[in-house]
């Protein structure tokens, strides 16, 4: 099992910056594959960026790229989710999700076993 908690949301004007995190616990955090997902209201849920449990490959929705960055520090069990130039179309619950051990990294949401409760970014215009 892994339990996943996210943090960093919040209210910020457009343009401004914010950073997500992700604390695992459970299994081996440094062999997971790990996954950043967002929801809009009315919308499904979408890919956003997804790093590989050495830290390669990384890959973006192309919604993000230039504006996000994701990163891990394996030693303390964390993901981030650095987001700049932010839009008010970024609104969203912002999901941290883990995939598989030793697995690959994925774009796919049915790829991913684990969870977190998600954390609220809302863009003001």
């Known amino acids: 099992q892994v339990q996943l908690v996210e943090s960093g949301g919040g209210l910020v004007q457009a343009g401004g910056s914010l950073r997500l995190s992700c604390v695992a616990s459970?299994?081996?955090?440094?062999?997971?594959?790990m996954g950043w997902f967002r929801q809009a209201p009315g919308k499904e849920r979408e890919f956003v960026a997804a790093i590989g449990w050495i830290g390669t490959p990384i890959y973006y929705a192309d919604s993000g790229k230039g504006r996000f960055t994701i990163s891990r520090d394996n030693a303390k069990n964390t993901v981030y989710l650095q987001m700049q130039s932010l839009k008010s179309e970024d609104t969203a619950v912002y999901y941290c999700?883990?995939?598989?051990?030793?697995?690959?990294?994925?774009?796919?949401?049915?790829?991913?076993?684990?969870w977190g409760q998600g954390t609220q970014v809302t863009v003001s215009s």
């Open positions: 999700a883990a995939g598989q051990y030793l697995g690959g990294t994925s774009s796919r949401d049915s790829l991913y076993d684990y």
């Open positions: 459970g299994r081996t955090f440094s062999n997971l594959p």
